[in-house]
């Protein structure tokens, strides 16, 4: 469902991205973890292009990309990528003067011009997949932090993505609300969808994931089952980065 081969990203001369090699089979949950700083949130914007890699090739849902330092893609090469993946991010991006249902459902009409009708019916059948059916007509401000992160996980299903992507979906919220969210997206993990999650919940990511790997500069340094990666780390940056956080 995606293959990375030897990607690059750099900000100017600073390097973010080193060369990584990646590929996640459909309905595999690949978790990343890694340090701040250490390129986590640059390599997911890379995969669905938000940032444009400096280098390398990608694949997505059976659309390829080659990068290269000084030829930009064409835009319609990006919008076919950017559309096979969905995006949740650590703070929740609702747009607030719409309802709960009109958020989910923007995209589907506004993008994918289907018929209004049709997509209020799948709005409504995953408000109900993530338990928020009851607030469909609520705004986004009257709902709590693990509400809204459930919406936008619905508004990014809504564009029938065949990947989605996670970027740190439960650090904005307070503790009492992370298992909601992160009960959802377990239950998209039985039901075989593909996802790509950077997470600093260890114990979640231990249940959820089919590899993690440890992005350390730039760099995949371990990558394995979470039983592995967690009990017996092959490498000592691992077992430094797991002794802070696990
Ligand atoms: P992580 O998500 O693992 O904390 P990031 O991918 O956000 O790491 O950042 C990796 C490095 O890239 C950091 O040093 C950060 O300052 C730098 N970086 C990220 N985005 C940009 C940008 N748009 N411009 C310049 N530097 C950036
Ligand atoms: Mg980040």
Do not use: W
């Not at 640059?42 to 849902?61: K, S, Y």
């Not at 799948?122 to 607030?135: I, N, W, Y």
Request: glycine residues 8%; positive net charge.
């Amino acid at each position: 469902m995606i293959e990375i081969v030897n990607l690059t990203k750099s900000f100017g001369s600073s390097e973010v991205i080193r060369g990584v090699d990646l590929s996640v089979k459909q309905g595999e949950v690949l978790v990343i973890i890694g340090p701040s700083g250490s390129g986590k949130s640059t390599l997911l914007r890379c995969i669905n292009v938000l940032e444009i890699p400096t280098g390398g090739r990608l694949t997505v849902g059976g659309s390829s990309l080659e990068f290269q330092e000084r030829r930009k893609p064409k835009p319609s090469q990006l919008l076919e990528i950017r559309r096979k993946t969905g995006m949740v991010f650590q703070a929740y991006h609702l747009f607030p003067h719409r309802t709960v249902l009109q958020n989910v459902m923007e995209g589907p009409v506004t993008v994918q011009k289907k018929k209004k009708g049709e997509a209020r019916a799948a709005a409504m059948t995953l408000l109900q997949k993530v338990g928020l059916e009851q607030k469909a007509d609520s705004y986004p401000h009257s709902l709590s932090g693990g509400q809204q992160q459930r919406v936008s996980i619905a508004r990014a299903m809504a564009m029938d993505p065949d990947v989605l992507l996670f970027d740190e979906p439960t650090s904005a919220l307070d503790p009492e609300l992370v298992g909601e969210v992160l009960k959802v997206i377990k239950q998209l993990a039985v039901e075989g969808m593909t996802m790509v999650i950077v997470t600093h919940e260890m114990k979640f990511a231990r249940e959820v994931a089919d590899r993690v790997i440890l992005l350390a500069d730039g760099v995949i340094v371990e990558e394995g089952p979470p039983e592995q990666l967690f009990s017996r780390p092959k490498h000592e940056r691992t077992v430094q980065f797991l002794s802070l956080t696990y």
